[in-house]
């Protein structure tokens, strides 16, 4: 796969990331950068189980709602929103610090072959050959806060770098989301902080819709994502094949893809089940 190099000026550079303060010059892209809102999610490197269970079911919750979800790859919460996003079928983005040539940290090379083979993709301001670097790191946070309509902050300690990338959405009217938590929990100290002075407590995805600004269900429609096979669904539904048999042998899916693409397609709430393998576009 080809790096593409995109600068400021031009078409394909997000047109949010380009609003900011200090906006990268250039931007060095594997993949495809998706057409579709942002949210970012980031969190500790040391999560416990809870942190865990609530970014997944947040993360994954977006995806299904129509987000790309971003965050940095690191291990710990980043790794974990990533690999909601695509447990679902969604589109993720990770930022790097370094070079694209370099994936760091090495034990996350095939969650970044994943993201890019399901339509997501990896940038960074950075050329190849840069090795990350302590101050490339935060300063990739901006890139994170600048590609979104909002931050979520699930679990994180007090002081944790993590709130960095709240510091720039803040600075760039980004809408700022954290996730309560036990107040004995240490790791809950960032999200609860953020919540006193402000940010938008968060539970669930219908927290963020509202506090994005989807709150009402034409307003969620309109962020709704297709991926090529869900289009494809879609298109046969309404051209009159709605049972399971008829989309099965007017398309290119196994029998066990399509079971696993309708069963999601439910949850997401892009299509209905009528009974008796009939299906309708909601």
């Known amino acids: 796969m080809v790096i593409q190099e995109i600068k400021l000026q031009d078409k394909a550079y997000p047109a949010a990331l380009a609003e900011i303060h200090d ?13 579709m809102p942002m949210l970012t999610v980031v969190g500790t490197r040391r999560p416990t189980a809870y942190g865990r269970q609530i970014t997944r079911q947040l993360a994954g919750e977006c995806a299904r709602a129509g987000f790309a979800i971003v965050s940095g790859l690191a291990i ?4 974990v929103a990533h690999e909601a996003a695509l447990e679902v079928g969604g589109v993720t983005v990770a930022v790097m610090a370094g070079g694209l040539d370099r994936i760091h940290p090495a034990s996350n090379r095939e969650l970044a072959k994943r993201i890019l083979a399901t339509g997501g993709c990896i940038i960074s301001e950075y050329p190849t050959g840069v090795q990350p670097q302590k101050h490339s790191f935060v300063l990739r946070n901006r890139i994170a806060a600048g590609l979104s309509e909002g931050i979520i902050v699930t679990e994180a300690q007090a002081r944790s770098g993590t709130l960095i990338t709240c510091n720039y959405g803040l600075a760039e009217n980004r809408v700022i989301m954290a ?14 902080n953020l919540i006193r002075s402000g940010a938008v407590p968060v539970t669930s995805s219908s927290d963020v819709l509202i506090a994005l600004g989807y709150e009402n269900s034409a307003s969620a429609q309109s962020i709704t994502h297709y991926n ?10 309404g051209r009159g094949y ?33 009974g008796a393998g009939q299906w309708a576009a909601s």
């Open 23 to 35: 906006a990268p010059e250039r931007l060095y892209v594997l993949g495809t950068l998706p057409d």
């Open 76 to 79: 710990g919460l980043d790794t």
């Open 179 to 192: 996730v309560p938590g036990n107040v004995t929990s240490l790791m809950s100290a960032g999200p609860n």
């Open 228 to 237: 090529k096979e869900e289009s494809g669904i879609i298109d046969l539904i």
């Open 242 to 274: 709605n049972s399971t048999e008829q989309i099965l042998k007017e398309s290119a899916f196994t029998p066990a893809e399509l079971a696993s693409t309708l069963s999601l397609m439910e949850i997401s709430g892009k299509i209905r089940n009528l």
